[in-house]
T-cell receptor
């Protein structure tokens, strides 16, 4: 199989603070990891593409200074939401690929900013 | 940029009825993938279609990829309550990135 974990599964933080979300591929090496956000009853919106050892590629409209992505190894990528605001509250999902096509999704992290 | 449209947004069916969701891309795709997301869960990969005109079946699910590789459909025969969830198509162009459709949420009345 191909299992991806995320930590934490949910987090509540105060406005202005930063939150780090970890994404790990448990039984495979993910050459590429993707970060998505999903608002309630909406689709997944790609935020950034992350390759191990290189800078992430951000989608248009996503602030790279606000959403810091670090892909330190082939099994770990982190997303840090800096100076979080209530409008950043969302479901953040990562995925990893071990081949050219199929993506394996983590269980997601629900972020609530108060 | 590339867009993937999916219809309908919602579908309520009686258990035993068939269900179809359609996906259209603004550009030619290298492949299309289908995912299912249960309420409160994360997307789970169902299938990938690569070839023009490809048809694949998984038990009661039939997936089609159009001849022009710009559209796709998922058909479920004789729905069951376990089919409840949101079905997403996701298209991949030459960049390798997946662009997700809006999803079709299926409700099945027992």
């Amino acid at each position: 199989g191909a299992v991806v974990s995320q930590h934490p599964s949910w987090v509540i933080c105060k406005s202005g603070t930063s939150v780090k979300i970890e994404c790990r591929s448990l039984d495979f090496q993910a050459t590429t990891m993707f970060w998505y956000r999903q608002f309630p009853k909406q689709s997944l919106m790609l935020m950034a593409t992350s390759n191990e050892g290189s800078k992430a590629t951000y989608e248009q409209g996503v602030e790279k200074d606000k959403f810091l992505i670090n892909h330190a190894s082939l099994t770990l990528s982190t997303l840090t939401v800096t100076s979080a605001h209530p409008e950043d509250s969302s479901f953040y999902i990562c995925s990893g690929t071990k081949g050219p096509y199929e993506q394996y999704f983590g269980p997601g992290t629900r972020l609530t900013v108060t | 940029g590339q867009q993937v449209m999916q219809i309908p947004q919602y579908q309520h069916v009686q258990e035993g009825e068939d269900f179809t969701t359609y996906c259209n891309s603004s550009t030619t795709l290298s492949n299309i993938q289908w995912y299912k997301q249960r309420p409160g869960g994360h997307p789970v990969f169902l299938i990938q279609l690569v070839k023009s005109g490809e048809v694949k079946k998984q038990k009661r699910l039939t997936f089609q990829f159009g001849e022009a590789k710009k559209n796709s459909s998922l058909h479920i025969t004789a729905t069951q309550t376990t089919d409840v969830g949101t079905y997403f198509c996701a298209g991949s162009g030459n960049t390798g990135k997946l662009i997700f459709g809006q999803g079709t949420t299926l409700q099945v009345k027992p």
